[in-house]
Nanobody, 125 residues
């Protein structure tokens, strides 16, 4: 079965950078839709960034220009480079993957079947 494992979280100060990674196993199709989500305490899980089956990325407005998503098909890994971190970026970060996601739902938590366990990112002021 598909398994996802995130790594790279940590505690940093405002303005710092972090790089999250997600290693996938059990993938059998040639292409997938990949995404990063985050969930802060007491808040809904929200989409942060995605890469569609053609390798085209997209971002939530709150992270556009600061976060960069990348995916390596050969290694079945997904990365999220996070720069200029802010306290409001503090959350548990999850990677997700699915064989198909409708264009209108690429940042919807309901659109993805497979999820990792998450990695914590804490940004202090």
């Amino acid at each position: 079965q598909v398994q996802l494992q995130e790594s790279g979280g940590g505690s940093v100060q405002t303005g710092a950078s972090l790089r999250l990674s997600c290693a996938a196993s059990g993938l059998t199709a040639p292409t997938y839709f990949w995404a990063w989500f985050r969930q802060a305490p007491g808040k809904q899980r929200e989409g942060v960034a995605y890469i569609d089956m053609n390798g085209i990325p997209g971002y939530a407005d709150s992270v556009k220009g600061r976060f960069t998503i990348s995916q390596d098909n050969a290694k079945n890994t997904l990365d999220l480079e996070m720069d200029s971190l802010k306290p409001e970026d503090t959350a548990m970060y999850y990677c997700a993957v699915d064989r198909w996601v409708a264009p209108s739902r690429l940042l919807s938590k309901y659109a993805y079947t497979y999820w990792g366990q998450g990695t914590q990112v804490t940004v202090s002021s």
